[in-house]
T-cell receptor
Framework: KAGVTQTPRYLIKTRGQQVTLSCSPISGHRSVSWYQQTPGQGLQFLFEYFSETQRNKGNFPGRFSGRQFSNSRSEMNVSTLELGDSALYLCASSLELTGLSTEAFFGQGTRLTVV | DAKTTQPNSMESNEEEPVHLPCNHS???????IHWYRQLPSQGPEYVIHGLTSNVNNRMASLAIAEDRKSSTLILHRATLRDAAVYYCILRVRSNSGYALNFGKGTSLLVTP
């Protein structure tokens, strides 16, 4: 079956712009989580959506937001981009909520560069 | 919140077994122990998870201490393709629920 698909794979944006990243989970999975990965901070949890509702949220400013559609596809939006937002953004899908008994499947990520 | 401690790096010879340790002394009774790995330029990949008993799958084995304060991921025969960062993960409480706390992980180098 198809894995987790993230689009686009690479993106270059200018400071102050906004960006939207997309994640299509594995069919039947209702949970989608988003992570930011940077060399300095490692993998950090952004938020999780389950059945169209945000269930968990990490310690990121309000410029980072997301949503989930009825088909479980999810989008993440970052407004007023800063240089420090340059990172690999990963999404993961799972049958149940993160960290319970089921495994999470990660996409290849979207590499965002802010200039 | 439960936290994990792993060595920054380990090295192994190809076709030798590898034991990757993880300490999680503050684990709660209901927390699953998850292991993921991340190969260069890829997203993390699930390896194994367990609660109390030792677990085996086609990729690895997970040995969990009786008091659950530590665990060991065992790769029975390391290959060059096993070179990756290995993360031992517990759930941690975030602002409004739970999240997987990846930490820094152990960078495994496999030499021929």
């Amino acid at each position: 079956k198809a894995g987790v698909t993230q689009t686009p794979r690479y993106l270059i944006k200018t400071r102050g712009q906004q960006v939207t990243l997309s994640c299509s989970p594995i069919s039947g999975h209702r949970s989608v989580s988003w992570y930011q990965q940077t060399p300095g901070q490692g993998l950090q949890f952004l938020f999780e959506y389950f059945s169209e509702t945000q269930r968990n949220k990490g310690n990121f400013p309000g410029r980072f937001s997301g949503r989930q559609f009825s088909n479980s596809r999810s989008e993440m939006n970052v407004s007023t981009l800063e240089l420090g937002d340059s990172a690999l953004y990963l999404c993961a899908s799972s049958l149940e909520l993160t960290g319970l008994s089921t495994e999470a499947f990660f996409g290849q990520g979207t590499r965002l560069t802010v200039v | 919140d439960a936290k994990t401690t792993q060595p920054n790096s380990m090295e192994s010879n190809e076709e030798e077994p590898v034991h990757l340790p993880c300490n999680h002394s503050t684990i709660s009774g209901t927390d699953y122990i998850h292991w993921y790995r991340q190969l260069p330029s890829q997203g993390p990949e699930y390896v194994i998870h367990g609660l109390t008993s030792n677990v085996n799958n086609r990729m690895a084995s997970l040995a969990i201490a009786e008091d659950r304060k530590s665990s060991t991921l065992i790769l029975h025969r390391a290959t060059l393709r096993d070179a990756a960062v290995y993360y031992c993960i517990l759930r941690v409480r975030s602002n409004s629920g739970y999240a997987l706390n990846f930490g820094k992980g152990t960078s495994l180098l496999v030499t021929p």
